[in-house]
T-cell receptor, first 115, second 113 residues
């Protein structure tokens, strides 16, 4: 069982919908991440939060809006998505942002389909 | 910029045979290297990591990897493949100048009965 929990597991949404993806960890990690993974591709970094503050935004379109309400929770708010945004969205956490010393712990992802 | 290259997008081995997944890195500074595994419909799981303490790194599930600076390689091996090893394997390097992990394109491991 993974220690990073993502909900929902699957999500189908229309291009005019607003939805949110949720991620939770209780390992005391202070860095949390959103990745996007297309089929047969490696994960692509979207956002990094360090101590609940956004520290990296990899030029992600504004239709994706991250939020970190507290050190255990990470949300990704979705609005006006396009079909090409369909992918597996992975949340990860690490003890700190120094990835060489604290590897990433991934959730099982949310499989998003935009119709 | 740091990068990793995984040779072979698909590798097939027979059950019980040696597993060898290749990874070469490019880095202008001493690298930190990782192998992650992804089973179907799951997230990535860390197999092992190299952080300069020892060149031969042992990981979970019987996997190990050897850091060879002269060859800029960090190949993953397992002496005897099991059906449960079938998965996608990602080699990754840490760019500790900005604390990002850069993933290779992945290698799909198939285990033949």
């Amino acid at each position: 069982d993974t220690e990073v929990t993502q909900t929902p597991k699957h999500l189908v949404m229309g291009m005019t919908n607003k939805k949110s993806l949720k991620c939770e960890q209780h390992m005391g990690h202070r860095a949390m991440y959103w990745y996007k993974q297309k089929a047969k591709k490696p994960p692509e970094l979207m956002f990094v939060y360090s101590y609940e503050k956004l520290s990296i935004n990899e030029s992600v379109p504004s239709r994706f809006s991250p939020e970190c309400p507290n050190s255990s929770l990470l949300n990704l708010h979705l609005h006006a998505l396009q079909p090409e945004d369909s992918a597996l969205y992975l949340c990860a956490s690490s003890q700190a942002r120094d990835s060489y010393n604290s590897p990433l712990h991934f959730g099982n992802g949310t499989r998003l389909t935009v119709t | 910029a740091q990068s990793v290259t995984q040779l072979g997008s698909h590798v097939s081995v027979s059950e019980g045979a040696l597993v060898l997944l290749r990874c070469n890195y490019s880095s202008s500074v001493p690298p930190y290297l990782f192998w992650y595994v992804q089973y179907p419909n799951q997230g990535l799981q860390l197999l092992l990591k190299y952080t300069s303490a020892a060149t031969l790194v042992k990981g979970i599930n019987g996997f190990e990897a050897e850091f060879k600076k002269s060859e800029t390689s960090f190949h993953l091996t397992k002496p005897s493949a099991h059906m449960s090893d079938a998965a996608e394997y990602f080699c990754a390097v840490s760019d500790h100048r900005d604390d990002k992990i850069i993933f290779g394109k992945g290698t799909r491991l198939h285990i033949l009965p």
